[in-house]
């Protein structure tokens, strides 16, 4: 099982990304997905999760509003839409799955993780 994330980079503060994360050797369409990021000194953060269905979804307070998560069942890839970036949003990003059906925050929830990829937003 392999969850491979793409669409890092390096952007300007208000600028846009969008993250990718395709799922291999099994579907997840019946678990929850989410996003993770990690900066520098700092531990792992939620930054937002969608369920199974893509009903529900929950975000970290700092990026409600500007970020987006979306998944498609049929390809087994959820996205992040990151806008208005801010300086503070650099970090890797890590996506996640299994574990729970519902859109959770807790990074115990989650069985999978990708590799991450590298987010910078300059100022």
């Not at 291999?24 to 999760?49: H, L």
């Not at 801010?86 to 925050?105: H, Q």
Request: glycine fraction near 14%; aromatic fraction near 10%; charge should be positive.
């Amino acid at each position: 099982v392999q969850l491979q994330a793409s669409g890092g980079g390096l952007v300007q503060a208000g600028g846009s990304l969008r993250l990718s994360c395709a799922a291999s050797g099994r579907t997840f369409s019946n678990s929850a997905m989410g996003w993770f990021r990690q900066a520098p000194g700092k531990e792992r953060e939620f930054v937002a999760a969608i369920s199974w269905s893509g009903r529900g979804t929950v975000y970290a307070d700092s990026v409600k509003g500007r970020f987006t998560i979306a998944r498609d069942n049929a390809k087994n890839t959820v996205s992040l839409q990151m806008n208005s970036l801010k300086p503070e949003d650099t970090a890797v990003y890590y996506c996640a799955a299994g574990g729970v059906t519902y859109a959770s925050g807790s990074p115990k929830h989650y069985g999978y993780w990708g590799q991450g990829t590298q987010v910078t937003v300059s100022s």
